[in-house]
């Protein structure tokens, strides 16, 4: 797939195969969308543009609806229907089913069997495949780009261009290489490996730029561990991160719903192992961490970019030169409520959350539940488990993890983004601390003076057993 | 969209690096189904006290001096997190035509291009100028020329901010691209007969 013999980026072959139109001095490329993903926040408006325009939706055959964002995740009554409290949630769900009626979209309503959170219905239902483009009103689309392909989140404007033309203005991104090194140790993950990265560049630090990330630590992990690296792109400030499919990809995908089978499997495959950057190919900007120094890291400040090891002691301002980080930092201490120089390991906290797009999948389920199985969740703290779709709640079912997660005192929710993005009535209370599988820890974000620690789903669980943010692997015996 | 050619107004700022979208606009006001009635959600956990009504007297926008500000100075990396479009809404909403940084998040900046909200690059001394004039005088007033692409100091300096060709067309013009990607139907015809559809939604 090399054009003119000159080595190209798995990004540059994905973009160039969607080029409608190429970009020019007087106006961005128009890029192909081959699948676009719906829910109910940022879709209402996008709608009412084409209603007021009397157009239609060009691919309803290529887009397809979930609710997720304001559903609660409360149990299903007697009738087996999961009641929305919230009368404006529930108007804006009503919404969105006629829209997706009214335009032939195919759609997941809340407490269907296959409704969960966007992005992890997605590669579940087969739907995101290497070398696609993929783009949803929601900025963690990039977590679709784990398959190798290129996704990324727009805003409600361009969900409109989308509906009605199944296209997108975009002017091309410079590309990042993400090198990623060496062998995790015990007791690392994912979740790990990008709250290190980020913590690395800074959260304005991606900006402008498609994410590759490479190297032996990727390539070792699973495909929804890929998934939960890809997802927090946005947080290092780019649009996307990429991954290149390989037989870990294939494995994932044959078999699923909409995955393709047969002859066309094998036609799909072939297609696909041409997509991986070719030697050679040059990147704008390039780093590098190593895997096997990697720790276990938790965020102590208000945006994902302040993390650190879980050992580590919060930064004190006074040790940072540049003026306009040292006020930031003392902005996010004062909001946390955090000495510098603290020690976070041993914290009280109130609520931990296993849940969201970045970490509810079965794999992070089967984590948090083998460290919790046969122990207590401390008396100090509530623990809240919110599958990320009611296919991932069905399969943890079957294998008995809520019965795992019962026991130990936690809670076992519907499917939805629940306390991520505290919409649904799942939310902290002011001045109450929690250790979050989500992504983001910005001021308010899991409620209202909530305060947010972003962990792996094994620091999540170790703290929630010992009522204190805690280093998982002084609790992991050597079997594990 | 409306056109927009010229900003003048005055300024007031919020000297914070990296104002994420979930403060531009939490996302407890997000379950609306249209873009009206968002300005009086603008930064509503830093405007309003615990109670979530009464004005926090600390919070800049809500001093008197800076009423009718249209012209918001903020820190590095503004607009980060979500690709809510409400935060530009909101930010309309509560009479801002122009947001001036040292760069934008991507989806963002987008976001509000495509709905008549400028956001303005400047450097990092043209930033802090603009914070101590606000400070110093919340009667501080900048003048923005699209066409120019310049925002004009009250010391009369012109400072060069980077806009590209197309959204700035589309500015001066009130042209919004829904119209522009409509009328390329049939090149959209011709990728889709000559690409194999990757996805069946329906199937
Ligand atoms: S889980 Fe959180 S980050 Fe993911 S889509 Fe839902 S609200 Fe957004």
Redesign the pocket.
């Known amino acids: 797939m090399r054009e003119n013999g000159k080595p190209r980026t798995l990004f540059e072959k994905v973009w160039n195969a969607h080029t409608v139109r190429e970009q020019s001095n007087d106006s961005p490329a128009v890029l192909y969308i081959d699948l676009h993903l719906v829910?109910e926040v940022t879709s209402p408006q996008a709608f009412s543009m084409l209603r007021e325009r009397g157009l239609a939706v060009r691919r309803p055959d290529q887009t397809i609806g979930t609710m997720?964002?304001s559903t609660p995740t409360t149990p299903r009554n007697e009738q087996g229907i999961i009641p929305v409290a919230d009368v404006m949630a529930a108007k804006q769900l009503d919404v969105f089913s006629k829209n997706c009626k009214d335009f032939g979209i195919p759609m997941y309503a809340l407490g269907d069997e296959h409704q969960g959170?966007?992005?992890v219905i997605g590669p579940e239902k087969g739907l995101t495949q290497p070398g696609m483009t993929i783009v949803c009103g929601?900025?963690?689309t990039s977590t679709h780009g784990a398959f190798g392909a290129l996704a990324f989140g727009i805003g409600t404007s361009e969900v409109g261009h989308v509906l009605a033309t199944q296209t997108l203005l975009q002017n091309k991104p410079k590309t990042m290489a993400v090198n990623v090194e060496g062998r995790l140790g015990d007791g690392v993950t994912a979740k790990d490996i990008i709250l290190a990265i980020i913590a690395k560049i800074g959260i304005g630090g991606g900006t402008g730029y498609v994410f590759e990330y490479r190297g032996e630590a990727i390539r070792s992990l699973s495909m929804e561990g890929r998934m939960t690296v890809c997802?927090m792109s946005i947080e290092g400030g780019a649009r996307a991160g990429m991954v290149a499919p390989d037989d870990t990809t294939f494995e994932y995908i044959q078999g699923r719903k909409h995955a393709p089978s047969g002859a066309d499997w094998d036609g799909a495959v072939a297609r696909w192992r041409q997509l991986p950057t070719d030697d050679g190919a040059e990147f704008d900007r390039e780093i590098t961490i190593r895997a096997d120094e990697l720790t276990p890291m938790i965020t102590y400040g208000t945006n994902p970019g302040m993390g650190m090891p879980v050992t580590a002691a919060v930064p004190k301002p006074e040790d940072e030169t540049d003026v306009n980080k040292k006020i930031a930092l003392d902005k996010a201490l004062t909001y946390m409520d955090l000495a510098p120089g603290q020690q976070l390991l041993g914290k009280a906290i109130d609520v931990v959350f296993i849940?969201?797009?970045?970490n509810?999948r079965i794999s992070d389920l089967r984590l948090a539940a083998d460290f919790v199985n046969g122990r207590k969740v401390a008396e100090n703290v509530r623990m809240m488990v919110v599958p990320?779709s009611q296919q991932v709640k069905q399969q943890a079912e079957s294998e008995g993890l809520d019965e795992i997660f019962r026991q130990a005192g936690a809670e076992w929710r519907e499917a939805?983004?629940?306390m991520?993005?505290a919409?649904n009535g799942d939310q902290l209370q002011p001045g109450q601390y929690a250790v979050s599988t989500?992504?983001?820890n910005f001021e308010g974000r899991q409620g209202k003076g909530g305060r947010t620690f972003l962990a792996s789903p094994l620091t999540a669980a170790a703290s929630a057993i010992a009522g204190v943010v805690t280093d998982p692997r002084t609790m992991i015996s050597s079997s594990f | 969209m409306e056109k927009l050619s010229h900003i003048q107004g005055s300024i007031v700022s919020i000297p914070v690096n990296d104002i994420d979208t979930d403060q531009i606009i939490p996302?407890r006001f997000l379950k609306v189904t249209d873009k009206a009635g968002l300005g009086k959600a603008a930064f509503c956990d830093w405007r309003y006290m615990e109670d979530g009504e009464t004005p926090n007297p600390e919070f800049i926008l809500n001093n008197p001096d800076y009423e009718g500000a249209s012209v918001l100075v903020a820190g590095d990396n503004f607009g980060c997190g979500?690709s809510r479009e409400h935060a530009p809404w909101a930010l309309m909403g509560a009479g801002f035509k122009a947001v001036v940084s040292t760069d934008f998040a991507d989806i963002f900046r987008n976001n509000a291009l495509k709905n008549g909200l400028l956001p303005v690059v400047v450097d990092v001394d043209t930033q802090q100028q603009l914070f101590s004039l606000a400070e110093e005088d919340p009667s501080t007033s900048v003048s923005v020329d699209v066409a120019a692409q310049t925002l004009t100091l009250p010391d009369g300096r012109a400072v060069r901010f980077p806009l590209d060709g197309f959204s700035k067309y589309c500015l001066l013009n009130g042209v919004d691209q829904m119209g522009y990607l409509l009328a390329l139907d049939e090149e959209i015809q011709k990728f889709e007969s000559n690409n194999q559809q990757r996805v069946v939604t329906m199937a």
């Open positions: 829910h997720d964002h959170i966007v992005h929601d900025s963690h997802n849940g969201s797009c970045t509810s990320g939805g983004c629940s991520c993005i919409m989500s992504n983001r | 996302a979500s």
